[in-house]
């Protein structure tokens, strides 16, 4: 079984998380090509981003030429599938926000991709995001070509799910996954009863190496983190009220912003305008290296978000020991117990974000250590990359059941990282290969 992941816009510097899980697929012996419905043109600061985007085929550098001939050739050969797509394609249109017109690019799209997983023989097609890279993977198996899924993340797939025609999604792919259960159950909002079963859960993975370092030590500098994009949905202007008043309670305390964003402008003027040039910095996006080095610096990880799905950066705060500071929201009590290994608190109230933040710069260093030890049990056990990879391969290769052998590692944190996959008369023997923790704000 040949197998594609399929992105819209790939690489990008919030997408550690899914380069990470790709690369554990890798390593666990299957192959796979990586297509991007658009190129990403903006600065990668990460040496594996780079590397990605070479190895990533775009499907817009066919240009305007390749769309038509593409059209032309598929409606020459597939005429009934072709009308079936196209039809498919107007229903979604209709309803999609942005157009019909958006929409028929995406079928262009789909008869490029027909026409590549063609050549290279792809049974099977994953995306991530139920947007626009699932709709161009539904169009082009309307078209015949490979079966696909999608992975939800949330929460911008949740705000408008009719537009998104997340039903019709649902009930043309061969699986569905869940990063989390309450992703889980919105998708059982938006499908058919008799498509439920196919909606699985597989976490976000973080990867044994970066697990084994096991706890680092909690500074005693009063130093906190937020990481993510700088956007309406992650709270930062809340984050930013919450410090001042921090300070008005005369606590000591320094705060670093590792992102880039829409709304960076308004909170640098916001920083300004409560004089607080001195305690908040924003370093933009950093290298793996750069968000790891602000981790373990910082005595906790803060993200005070109005709507995520569930941030990838939590299980690296908590792999290194930092307790975490959020709202209670989706999936965040999932993995975030209050007093256990975090705060939770109202999204979008200001008071009780001061109060934790509060709580965290003057607890004692031992109790830090305490809950970020109790973090990183906790991911330890729900995100093990390799686990979490296992379980979309057993989905990708449903018929393998007990032809997936495990080896005889000796890393129990990492089980099944050396397999052998039989499918359709095929082997696929990993080799074991270094594998470079991420740990950018994939939490964006």
Partial sequence: MSLAYL????????????????????????????????????????????????????????????????????ALRRPRAFARALKLAVKVGRIDE???????????????????????????????????????????????????????????????????????????AKFVVAISEFTRSQLYRWADYHDWDKIQVVHVGVSPMFLDRGPVPVPLTPRLVNIGRIVEQ??????????????????????????????????????????????????????????????????????????????????????????????????????????????????????PLVDAMAEALTSDVAVLEKMGRAGATRVAEQHNVYTEVQKLIDLFFPGSSGQVQQSSSPRASAPRRDIMVVSSGRSIKSASRHYAFGTFASSC
């Fill in 234 to 351: 992650k709270g930062q202007a809340i984050l930013i009220q919450a410090a001042a008043r921090l300070r008005d309670r005369g606590l000591d305390f320094e705060l670093a912003i590792v992102g880039d964003g829409s709304m960076r402008r308004e909170i640098e003027r916001l920083i300004e305008q409560l004089c607080l040039q001195d305690r908040v910095r924003i370093t933009g996006y950093l290298s793996n290296q750069g968000v790891l080095e602000e981790l373990v610096a910082a005595r906790v990880l803060v993200l005070p978000s109005f709507a995520e799905g569930l941030p990838a950066v939590f299980f690296e705060a908590l792999a290194l020991g930092r307790p975490v500071i959020s709202t209670y929201i989706a999936a965040h009590p999932e993995l975030i117990e209050p007093g256990v290994n975090g705060w939770l608190v109202p999204a979008g109230a200001v008071e």
């Fill in 98 to 172: 942005r157009g019909l017109v958006r929409t028929l690019i995406y079928f262009a799209e789909s008869c490029v991709l027909l026409e590549w997983t063609t050549d290279l023989g792809i049974d099977h097609m994953h995306t991530h995001y139920g947007t626009n890279s699932a709709t161009a993977a539904m169009l082009c198996r309307v078209l015949g070509g490979p079966s696909y899924s999608f992975t939800m993340h949330g929460p911008e797939e949740f705000d408008a799910p009719r537009a998104n025609c997340l039903c019709e999604k649902i009930r043309h």
């Fill in 7 to 74: 992105l819209n816009w790939y690489p990008q510097p919030s997408m550690t998380a899914l380069r990470r899980e790709m690369t554990a697929l890798e390593e666990m012996g299957i192959p796979f090509h990586r297509f991007s419905l658009r190129r990403y043109e903006g600065d990668l600061v990460d040496e594996n981003d780079r590397v990605e985007r070479e190895r990533t085929r775009s499907v817009l550098d066919v240009g305007v030429s390749g769309f038509l001939g593409a059209l032309f050739r598929v």
